[in-house]
């Protein structure tokens, strides 16, 4: 059974970085899937952020497109955003996700449990 | 804002059928079957109901059956239960960018 875990800090200063990072159980970063991230600020939608794929290519939402990277760590099994000069507005919860190589198009077949992210100083 | 529109909110009364519905570009939603539903309990992370616009995962319940027409997809969710009540995401791939709906909030009456 495939498991993701988050893990980082739960605070950052505005203008600061946030940094998480995914923990992946029961699969491989180094598979076909790609890893995915996923925010969700408090009382509002889903945000899809960006994803990476084995080879290292990125895609990322164009609004935060100039601030975020998503990177891969074979070999720890895990992945990571970076997401840089936060404000209040990037206070979220935020999910790592697999997309599933075996769907076409999209199809975020496991999430972590998600960790909240909040931007205050 | 996203270029898929869901409405806000959706009801039924338990054993009734429900259909939510997700519009998006006919570039998108329009041309490929990759829209894919989730649903959200409060305080959980969100999980995959159905892909590939009609497509579901093993242990998915068939109560829940997804379509599309044109530029829209459509989940309808047959013999309503009071454990479906939650939020409900759609969500497209167009080139190397996904996006979600804005969400429909089911309520169970």
């Known amino acids: 059974q495939v498991q993701l875990q988050e893990s980082g800090p739960g605070l950052v200063r505005p203008s600061g970085t946030l940094s998480l990072t995914c923990a992946v159980f029961?699969?491989?970063?180094?598979?076909?899937?790609?890893w995915s991230w996923v925010r969700q600020s408090p009382g509002k939608g889903l945000e899809w952020i960006g994803e990476v794929s084995r080879s290292g290519t990125t895609n990322y939402t164009p609004s935060l497109k100039s601030r975020v990277t998503i990177s891969l760590d074979t070999s720890n099994n895990q992945f990571s955003l970076r997401l840089t000069s936060v404000t209040a507005e990037d206070t979220a919860v935020y999910y790592c996700?697999?997309?599933?190589?075996?769907?076409?198009?999209?199809?975020?077949?496991?999430w972590g449990p998600g960790t909240l992210v909040t931007v205050s100083s | 804002q996203s270029a898929l529109t869901q409405p806000p909110s959706a009801s039924g009364s338990p054993g009734q059928s429900v259909t939510m519905s997700c519009t998006g570009p006919?570039?998108?939603?329009?041309?490929?079957?990759?829209v894919s539903w989730y649903q959200q309990h409060p305080g959980k992370a969100p999980k995959l109901l159905i892909y590939?616009?009609?497509k579901r995962p093993s242990g998915v319940p068939d109560r829940f059956s997804g379509s599309k027409s044109g530029n829209t997809a459509s989940l309808t969710v047959s013999g309503l239960q009071a454990e479906d009540e939650a939020d409900y995401y759609c969500?497209?791939?167009?080139?190397?960018?996904?996006?979600f709906g804005g969400g429909t909030k089911l309520t169970v009456l």
């Open positions: 006919s570039s998108d939603v329009g041309v490929y079957d990759q």
């Open positions: 590939e616009v009609n």
């Open positions: 969500c497209s791939y167009t080139g190397s960018k996904k996006q």
């Open positions: 996700v697999r997309d599933s190589s075996l769907i076409r198009g999209v199809g975020l077949d496991c």
């Open positions: 029961g699969d491989s970063v180094r598979s076909s899937n790609w």
